[in-house]
């Protein structure tokens, strides 16, 4: 997946903990940051599970993870059964000034395979209400308010969403969030006759969601646009769309998504580039340590983290192209716009295409 990402122009990449095994011991976090040092490529920010094993109310030591490297805390895609567990974990995180990435989703209303709706219910497909969202955040936001904890968004996929985040906002929370480019760019339509390769998660939503995620992006209300990274195997995507396992590859799209959008939208190029590279380091903020005057930007005595792209070359996704082990996307036979020629990563060439 490294080799994918700098083919793809990314030169950092953040690991959510739900890996194999999970990232909830500074050793397993040192041994994933070696592996990664030793293969020239990306550079790996790791993210330590909030809970052990991902389960259960017992918090992780999160004082040891960060001194192992990890950037932040979460559960990815394991939503907390209790919302007590959760307020522990934000006063910790709160106490050091950690930062929490949550994805929201309440966890019994989020069980369906695709977004609740008129396609839905003609396709037979159980449904993930919006309301699985806006539940999700209404908790987060009141716990925010008593705890004082700062909390990063991960992958917001409705209007209704987008609204509840504007207003935290106003309200001086602290909080950042960001979209994944298939929301931003497909909606449940694109499941066409049950295409597992759009089964993902979160669910594609409706046209109106989709609008106020554009809208969210270009003002910043949404902070960054991210890959949703997930390579699924063929076994575990080649089945019925309600069997099939959630997730797409997405890092070798990622900058030719955020220039599609730039050109489908209006959005300055600059606006765009910035959702990449920019505002996704400042959301890491001061967990980048020594890196964080240059990672994300251009400057003198800067890092040298550099992706070279030619924006008037155009390329056609095919599967069997994609380096990533995960050779599924929903954008699979779209011609897109900008191709990387080449990425730079502390000054080094990790990746030259030809």
């Known amino acids: ?33 070696f592996r990664a040092e030793k293969l020239h490529q990306a550079r790996l920010f ?37 919302t007590q567990v959760l307020q522990r974990a934000l006063q910790y995180a709160a106490t050091f000034g950690y930062t929490v990435w949550l994805r929201p989703q309440e966890m019994h209303l989020g069980r369906g395979v695709a977004a ?40 917001l996929s409705s209007a209704a969403g987008v609204e509840l985040l504007r207003r935290a906002k106003a309200e001086g929370l602290k909080v950042t969030a960001d979209v994944s480019i298939n929301s931003l760019h497909l909606t449940d339509v694109d499941i066409g006759f049950f295409d597992s390769r759009a089964r993902l998660s979160p669910p594609l939503r409706q046209q109106r969601d989709r609008d106020a995620l554009h809208a969210a992006l270009a003002d910043g ?51 765009a580039l910035a959702t990449v590279t920019s505002e996704p380091a400042r959301v890491l903020g001061n967990a980048l340590g020594t890196l964080q005057a240059s990672v994300g930007q251009i400057v003198e005595g800067g890092v040298g983290d550099l992706c070279i792209f030619d924006p008037r070359a155009a390329w056609t996704v095919q599967d069997d192209a994609l380096r990533s082990q995960g050779k599924h996307t929903p954008f699979s036979g779209y011609e897109l716009p900008g191709q990387v020629r080449a990425t730079l990563v502390g000054g080094q060439v990790a990746f030259e295409r030809g």
């Open 221 to 271: 209300t949404i902070d960054a646009l991210v890959s949703d990274h997930t390579p699924v195997d063929e076994d575990a995507k080649t089945l019925p769309f309600a069997e099939a396992e959630p997730g797409a590859t997405g890092l070798e799209l990622l900058l030719s998504l955020a220039f599609k959008w730039s050109q489908d939208r209006g959005v300055p190029l600059q606006r």
């Open 46 to 82: 790791p993210l330590g599970a909030l809970t052990r094993g991902l389960a259960g109310e017992v918090l992780t030591e999160m004082a040891e993870l960060t001194e192992s490297g990890c950037v932040g805390f979460g559960q990815a895609e394991v939503p907390l059964a209790s």
């Open 1 to 33: 997946e490294m080799a994918a990402a700098v083919a793809g122009g990314v030169t950092s990449l953040v690991c959510p903990p739900d890996t194999d095994p999970v990232l909830d011991e500074p050793g397993l976090v040192e041994m994933l940051k």
């Open 116 to 155: 609740s709706g008129p396609l839905a219910t003609r396709l037979g497909l159980s449904g993930v209400p919006v309301a699985a969202e806006t539940i999700a955040l209404h908790t987060i936001f009141e716990l925010l308010k008593t705890t004082g904890a700062r909390v990063h968004l991960c992958r």
